[in-house]
């Protein structure tokens, strides 16, 4: 498993255990050939998310320009309406996807963790897939044409399309290992062999030229919305997030992070959890986020004395939440937009206070332990000034400017992610040392590709769990075990919901767990329970984030531990304390939907102080100390009562309950130090 491998120690035996692939660069003139896909795939995305109606629309306004003056050239027109009209086809579309990134996903991700070169069992599955994509490309018309119910695959078809999903299958365990595999495997199988399950689990028998139909032809499985969101927003998004990285935008990051928070208690940590949630925010992927800004943050961390397991296990926290922050918030808020019909907009706006009190919680904790333990501020050559930041590297702020004003002006997200980019593009040409040339456009490219492969197998593998569960039936199955294993409960099942969550993720990139868990478990909390849509797949996406750090198997901790040398496991007991408001803001919007700024501005203020009350009480609870002063034993209890009685939706009793915790914490700040205190404890 990529996030993995690198890992020392106890995490490598869970790699081991996951059973996935280990990402590696071939060498000789492989290099070569997966640049020019890699330039290829990012024309072709660029192509069909956008440049495709733009073009049209200028060839069309060229067209009627000529025609004023006389002239009337026909091919214009054609011209013009094939390419408005280019983007209709997703079928075509997606498999000239497949056809690029499955053979670079099987060419950089080898078979079995141990094994770092590459071999024949890499070179054929690539050479398959290829081949398969062009079997799907070249029958385009027949794909285009296909009415389900009428049109029967044939032999070849069926033989093509059971070869795409065995090559599916095995990219999402190279790419994911065997947890998102065996879900896959086990849905199979049951899609398979339901016929002969006993009681309620039975579904009835159909043909395999059916399966197939449904599973490669159809939008329902593989070709479904999975794979065209990756193939779309995700990639051009990524792809913004690395030639923002290349121009230098993280180095903006870190630098107003350091001139913010750097002369503060504990520097270091506050400034890592600033670069990492603005850096994370672009990115939208934890491991990514931990793998850019962490080599940076960790070393600086234990410099100052922080160990490593607190150095990385600050990191990875404040990297998980980059997907729940806009402006951008990854693939996952786009696939959520595809499946719930919301605007992106909508849901960016909706996730902007439950962010930023997430990262709030992690400020007061890394706060409380630098007062703790003593820790200082940044070394001054560490901290850049602020208006000199600004001054040198102003021009970075200039995308995301002009991201967040497409995004207010109603464009859709493919228009976004390609202006915002062009936009990079442009204004790097004004800074030699950063302009993108034809040789950083490439590695752009390539780097791209080479960070979205993972994905591509992971949501091809959710098409895959779609589809199986539509021809099966399964929603309204698993709708009645769900009911039967909580009692039918609203609490329990939520309970339930978010260990299932957390327990998906193990191993799983946050997109995968979201749209499994939007097959199977939004069915349940929407039509039993009635809750709404928004804080659903909300409360869904914050979980699927959270599993990123969640032990046992936490790929944001493995890959913050290979950087600081410190058992992922470590790690994760921090990371859990330190995410502590993120676990219980869900609960709260899910029974609040204020905080999602929906309903007045009184509402929306007053769910905003329940619940920053709400994320200090649990983290206070959790933790144990203030500053240097233990917080006994009976008043972490009725913390953590204040924390869940806050999230009761009366606004009266909230008011008692924040009274009630804010006046625990105020008295035990004004008390001496106390006799439970170890003054100095490592943290």
Same mark, same amino acid.
């Given at each position: 498993?990529?996030?993995?491998?690198?890992?020392?120690?106890?995490?490598?035996?869970?790699?081991?255990?996951?059973?996935?692939?280990?990402?590696?660069?071939?060498?000789?003139?492989?290099?070569?050939?997966?640049?020019?896909?890699?330039?290829?795939?990012?024309?072709?995305?660029?192509?069909?998310?956008?440049?495709?109606?733009?073009?049209?629309?200028?060839?069309?306004?060229?067209?009627?320009?000529?025609?004023?003056?006389?002239?009337?050239?026909?091919?214009?027109?054609?011209?013009?309406?094939?390419?408005?009209?280019?983007?209709?086809?997703?079928?075509?579309?997606?498999?000239?996807?497949?056809?690029?990134?499955?053979?670079?996903?099987?060419?950089?991700?080898?078979?079995?963790?141990?094994?770092?070169?590459?071999?024949?069992?890499?070179?054929?599955?690539?050479?398959?897939?290829?081949?398969?994509?062009?079997?799907?490309?070249?029958?385009?018309?027949?794909?285009?044409?296909?009415?389900?119910?009428?049109?029967?695959?044939?032999?070849?078809?069926?033989?093509?399309?059971?070869?795409?999903?065995?090559?599916?299958?095995?990219?999402?365990?190279?790419?994911?290992?065997?947890?998102?595999?065996?879900?896959?495997?086990?849905?199979?199988?049951?899609?398979?062999?339901?016929?002969?399950?006993?009681?309620?689990?039975?579904?009835?028998?159909?043909?395999?030229?059916?399966?197939?139909?449904?599973?490669?032809?159809?939008?329902?499985?593989?070709?479904?919305?999975?794979?065209?969101?990756?193939?779309?927003?995700?990639?051009?998004?990524?792809?913004?997030?690395?030639?923002?990285?290349?121009?230098?935008?993280?180095?903006?990051?870190?630098?107003?992070?350091?001139?913010?928070?750097?002369?503060?208690?504990?520097?270091?940590?506050?400034?890592?959890?600033?670069?990492?949630?603005?850096?994370?925010?672009?990115?939208?992927?934890?491991?990514?986020?931990?793998?850019?800004?962490?080599?940076?943050?960790?070393?600086?961390?234990?410099?100052?004395?922080?160990?490593?397991?607190?150095?990385?296990?600050?990191?990875?926290?404040?990297?998980?939440?980059?997907?729940?922050?806009?402006?951008?918030?990854?693939?996952?808020?786009?696939?959520?937009?595809?499946?719930?019909?919301?605007?992106?907009? &909508? $849901?960016?706006?909706?996730? #902007?206070?439950?962010? *930023? %009190?997430?990262?709030?919680?992690?400020? !007061? +904790?890394?706060?409380?332990?630098?007062?703790?333990?003593?820790?200082?501020?940044?070394?001054?050559?560490?901290?850049?000034?602020?208006?000199?930041?600004?001054?040198?590297?102003?021009?970075?702020?200039?995308?995301?400017?002009?991201?967040?004003?497409?995004?207010?002006?109603?464009?859709?997200?493919?228009?976004?992610?390609?202006?915002?980019?062009?936009?990079?593009?442009?204004?790097?040409?004004?800074?030699?040392?950063?302009?993108?040339?034809?040789?950083?456009?490439?590695?752009?490219?390539?780097?791209?590709?080479?960070?979205?492969?993972?994905?591509?197998?992971?949501?091809?593998?959710?098409?895959?769990?779609?589809?199986?569960?539509?021809?099966?039936?399964?929603?309204?199955?698993?709708?009645?075990?769900?009911? &039967? $294993?909580?009692?039918?409960? #609203?609490?329990?099942? *939520? %309970?339930?919901?978010?260990?299932?969550? !957390? +327990?998906?993720?193990?191993?799983?990139?946050?997109?995968?767990?979201?749209?499994?868990?939007?097959?199977?478990?939004?069915?349940?909390?929407?039509?039993?329970?009635?809750?709404?849509?928004?804080?659903?797949?909300?409360?869904?996406?914050?979980?699927?984030?959270?599993?990123?750090?969640?032990?046992?198997?936490?790929?944001?901790?493995?890959?913050?531990?290979?950087?600081?040398?410190?058992?992922?496991?470590?790690?994760?007991?921090?990371?859990?304390?330190?995410?502590?408001?993120?676990?219980?803001?869900?609960?709260?919007?899910?029974?609040?939907?204020?905080?999602?700024?929906?309903?007045?501005?009184?509402?929306?203020?007053?769910?905003?102080?329940?619940?920053?009350?709400?994320?200090?009480?649990?983290?206070?609870?959790?933790?144990?100390?203030?500053?240097?002063?233990?917080?006994?034993?009976?008043?972490?209890?009725?913390?953590?009562?204040?924390?869940?009685?806050?999230?009761?939706?009366?606004?009266?009793?909230?008011?008692?309950?924040?009274?009630?915790?804010?006046?625990?914490?105020?008295?035990?700040?004004?008390?001496?130090?106390?006799?439970?205190?170890?003054?100095?404890?490592?943290?």
């Amino acid at each position: 498993m990529s996030d993995a491998s690198p890992a020392p120690g106890r995490a490598r035996v869970f790699t081991r255990l996951l059973g996935g692939g280990s990402r590696h660069k071939p060498g000789g003139g492989w290099p070569p050939l997966i640049a020019a896909g890699s330039v290829a795939a990012t024309l072709y995305v660029l192509w069909i998310g956008a440049l495709s109606t733009l073009f049209g629309n200028a060839v069309l306004w060229l067209y009627g320009s000529l025609q004023s003056v006389g002239l009337d050239l026909v091919w214009l027109d054609h011209f013009a309406a094939w390419s408005r009209g280019y983007t209709a086809n997703f079928h075509r579309d997606i498999s000239v996807f497949i056809g690029i990134t499955f053979p670079i996903a099987f060419l950089t991700t080898t078979a079995h963790a141990d094994r770092k070169r590459l071999a024949w069992t890499d070179i054929v599955p690539a050479v398959l897939s290829f081949a398969v994509a062009v079997y799907y490309v070249v029958l385009d018309d027949k794909f285009l044409n296909w009415s389900r119910g009428f049109s029967t695959p044939t032999a070849w078809d069926t033989a093509v399309g059971i070869t795409l999903v065995l090559l599916t299958v095995e990219l999402c365990r190279r790419c994911t290992g065997w947890g998102l595999t065996s879900l896959v495997l086990l849905l199979l199988a049951f899609t398979v062999f339901g016929d002969r399950m006993p009681g309620p689990l039975m579904h009835e028998n159909f043909s395999w030229p059916y399966f197939i139909e449904m599973m490669t032809i159809t939008e329902n499985g593989i070709f479904g919305s999975p794979l065209e969101v990756a193939a779309t927003y995700a990639f051009l998004f990524v792809l913004f997030g690395n030639f923002f990285e290349k121009t230098g935008g993280g180095d903006l990051f870190f630098g107003l992070s350091s001139a913010i928070t750097g002369r503060m208690s504990g520097g270091a940590a506050k400034a890592c959890v600033t670069a990492s949630g603005l850096y994370g925010s672009v990115s939208g992927s934890p491991t990514a986020d931990v793998a850019t800004t962490g080599p940076l943050t960790i070393p600086i961390m234990k410099r100052m004395g922080i160990s490593p397991a607190r150095a990385a296990a600050i990191e990875a926290t404040a990297s998980s939440g980059g997907a729940m922050l806009p402006p951008v918030m990854g693939a996952v808020a786009f696939i959520m937009s595809d499946l719930t019909g919301i605007t992106y907009a &909508a $849901i960016a706006w909706a996730s #902007l206070l439950p962010a *930023l %009190l997430y990262y709030t919680s992690i400020y !007061i +904790l890394v706060h409380n332990e630098s007062v703790r333990n003593d820790e200082g501020r940044l070394p001054e050559d560490q901290i850049a000034g602020l208006i000199p930041t600004l001054v040198k590297g102003w021009r970075h702020l200039l995308p995301l400017v002009a991201l967040i004003s497409l995004l207010i002006m109603g464009y859709t997200p493919v228009y976004v992610a390609t202006g915002s980019t062009a936009a990079i593009i442009v204004l790097s040409w004004f800074s030699p040392s950063s302009a993108i040339g034809p040789r950083r456009f490439v590695e752009c490219c390539t780097t791209t590709i080479f960070q979205i492969v993972p994905l591509v197998g992971a949501v091809a593998a959710a098409g895959i769990i779609i589809g199986a569960v539509e021809i099966s039936a399964l929603a309204g199955k698993f709708t009645l075990l769900i009911n &039967a $294993i909580s009692g039918g409960y #609203l609490v329990s099942t *939520l %309970l339930l919901s978010a260990v299932m969550l !957390i +327990l998906l993720g193990m191993g799983m990139p946050t997109p995968a767990v979201y749209l499994t868990a939007a097959a199977l478990l939004a069915p349940v909390l929407r039509q039993h329970f009635n809750l709404p849509v928004m804080q659903v797949h909300l409360f869904m996406i914050y979980f699927a984030c959270l599993s990123a750090i969640t032990p046992p198997v936490a790929v944001a901790n493995f890959a913050a531990g290979a950087i600081a040398g410190a058992n992922p496991m470590a790690v994760g007991r921090h990371a859990v304390k330190l995410a502590a408001g993120g676990f219980v803001l869900p609960f709260f919007f899910l029974f609040n939907p204020a905080l999602n700024m929906q309903g007045t501005l009184t509402d929306i203020l007053m769910a905003l102080v329940f619940a920053a009350g709400m994320v200090t009480f649990c983290s206070m609870a959790l933790h144990g100390y203030l500053g240097k002063r233990t917080i006994h034993p009976l008043l972490r209890l009725l913390l953590a009562a204040c924390t869940i009685g806050i999230i009761y939706p009366a606004p009266v009793l909230q008011t008692g309950v924040l009274v009630l915790g804010a006046a625990i914490l105020i008295i035990r700040r004004m008390r001496p130090i106390g006799p439970w205190t170890a003054q100095g404890a490592p943290g």
